[in-house]
């Protein structure tokens, strides 16, 4: 397991036959029924939103969807979100507020989408709003970075109360191919980029970026399962400690865990 | 006209203007060139005019410390988190020689320089990027100073007003400077829960990680005409669509007419524009 560098963890997060938001959701969400359309422009398939029973606890669950098979790949647009989708799951997320349930997001993508519409729709601003009101939502927020969890794309639906990350998955600023090739002027540095980054969950959790890691197994076809288990163990556990907290405490908290990261000693 | 005086200067002088200047490092010497009408530019003429171009209206990229000029009444700019130490949290090599040889050479300190000032007597909290710092990138003191001028505003009961230039994320922090959008966009909420007023101001180029957090979270927005303004680079859109990009796309205008800013608003005007505001939210 500790022999595995950051690259190999790279290829694994990315790794077509690992489980998806959507598997992980049928496996451990009870009576789920999913939501779609962000009521302004259309429904972005990248995220798939809805409700459901964890444990016999209702909350609302946001997933970011890369798809299986190769006609799904497409639909989901590979997990590459649009403003739409960000602002579906924001209008969830402040449904899940209304009605006092928790909220669990599934983060894997390789990045907010590039594309011209995206850019139209005002990808910015979608991803700026999710990251200033989740930060205030009076509700719980358990977020778990699943695959890939690649920049601004990721983070908009990853501002939790608590960040759990899978032992095979990566958490970025941008891919390592990319910082390769803006940093080291060599795109072909991958793997020493992806070395250098520090984007590992255990890498992540020494810097005070993530909170706790998930088990996995090192066989891939045993790791829904698994997982799931873990998932549905972790979810249960963190938020009955959540659940307990005073909304004021809870949102001190959260305001405290981003205020933190990156504060000096003037 | 100005032009044609400096031409036949520049002639007399015999002076030839160098090719392929480029705006940012125009603004150097007596003469400079514009980088959009080609003309060439006596350089006291272009600060007279707010570093815009008198010939075609070009908005040059400017330092912070000329922003704050432009915009704070004299004598009122009272600079806040001059000497905050930097950071190197992934080790990233040679980060903290390349930014302390970058202190020494321009003589700013960070990407963002903040402080307390007053625009046409109005009290104010300001946040200036500067572009010349690593491409006005956020890392942890830039987006720790953001935020700390951010709470100032809140202590204070003051307006908050940033002024953004950033190429985004400062990726030799790895994850550390995505964090900070997460951080400054948290502290431009409890602004807002304190209904103070927040106005943001988009200059030329704003893109990645300020675009997509409190850039683009101001209550009111503003942009200099023609800024490039966006979330992906235009270099990454082409590589991902397999085409050029139409003309004007992520420009201000295009925002504008996109709905995403309220305002566009020339340099000269920056500053009876923004004190029309604050009047308006005087009560
Ligand atoms: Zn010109």
């Known amino acids: ?232 163990e972790y979810i249960t556990k963190t938020l009955k400690k959540l659940t307990k907290l005073k909304t004021e405490d809870l949102l001190d908290l959260r305001y405290e865990k981003y205020r933190k990261i990156g504060k000096m000693e003037e | 006209m100005v032009i044609d005086k400096i031409k036949k200067v520049n002639n007399a002088e015999g002076e030839k203007p160098q090719k392929n200047t480029k705006a940012a490092d125009m603004l150097v010497g007596k003469w400079v060139k514009c980088d959009a009408c080609k003309e060439i530019l006596y350089k006291d003429d272009v600060h007279k005019n707010f570093s815009v171009c008198p010939n075609c209206g070009k908005h040059f990229r400017i ?92 202590k204070e009961k003051l307006p908050f007003i940033i002024f953004c230039v950033s190429g985004g994320a400062r990726m030799q922090e790895g994850m550390i400077s995505l964090m900070q959008m997460a951080k400054t966009s948290a502290a431009v909420a409890k602004l807002d829960d304190a209904g103070l007023l927040n106005i943001t101001v988009f200059t030329d180029p704003t893109t990645g990680g300020v675009t997509a957090s409190f850039a683009s979270l101001g209550d009111i927005i503003l942009a200099e005409p023609n800024a490039l303004i966006g979330f992906a680079g235009p270099r990454v859109i082409e590589q991902t669509i397999n085409q050029k990009l139409p003309e004007g796309f992520q420009r201000s205008e295009f925002l504008l007419e996109h709905g995403f800013i309220d305002k566009i608003v020339e340099r000269k005007d920056m500053k009876k524009t923004l004190a029309q505001i604050l009047e308006l939210h005087k009560n």
């Open chain 2, 63 to 154: 330092s912070a410390r000329r922003r704050i000029k432009q915009i704070i009444d004299e004598g009122t700019f009272i600079e806040t988190y001059e000497n905050m130490p930097e950071t190197d949290p992934i080790h990233f090599d040679g980060y903290i020689k390349k930014i302390e040889t970058l202190k020494e050479k321009t003589k700013i300190q960070e990407a963002v320089t903040t402080g307390f000032g007053e625009i046409h007597g109005n009290k104010v909290v300001i946040a200036v990027m500067d572009g010349n710092f690593l491409m006005g990138s956020m890392g942890s003191v830039v987006g720790e100073k953001i935020t700390l001028a951010i709470e100032d505003a809140i």
């Open chain 1, 1 to 232: 397991m500790s022999k595995k560098t950051a690259w190999d963890i790279v290829m694994l997060a990315r790794d077509a036959q690992r489980p998806k938001a959507k598997d992980y959701i049928e496996s451990i969400v009870d009576d789920f029924i999913e939501f779609h359309g962000d009521r302004a422009f259309g429904d972005d398939k990248s995220i798939i939103g809805g409700i459901g029973r964890i444990n016999g606890t209702v909350v609302t669950v946001i997933g970011q969807e890369k798809g299986s098979t190769t006609k799904e790949k497409m639909e989901r647009n590979f997990g590459m979100t649009n403003p739409e989708g960000y602002r579906k799951a924001l209008r969830l997320m402040k449904q899940a507020e209304k009605f006092h349930r928790p909220i669990i997001t599934f983060v894997d993508t390789p990045g907010a989408y590039p594309g011209l519409g995206a850019e139209e729709r005002g990808q910015g601003e979608a991803i700026a709003r999710n990251l200033m009101e989740m930060s205030r939502l009076k509700t719980p927020i358990i977020s778990i970075v699943i695959g890939e969890g690649s920049s601004g794309g990721a983070l908009g639906i990853c501002v939790g109360d608590k960040i759990a990350m899978l032992e095979n998955s990566v958490y970025s600023v941008l891919s390592p191919e990319g910082f390769a090739s803006i940093l080291y002027k060599d795109a072909s540095k991958n793997k020493e980029a992806a070395e250098k980054m520090k984007i590992t969950a255990k890498d992540l959790k020494e810097l005070g970026i993530i909170d706790d890691i998930i088990k996995e197994k090192d066989k891939q076809e045993e790791n829904l399962e698994f997982v799931s288990s873990e998932l549905k």
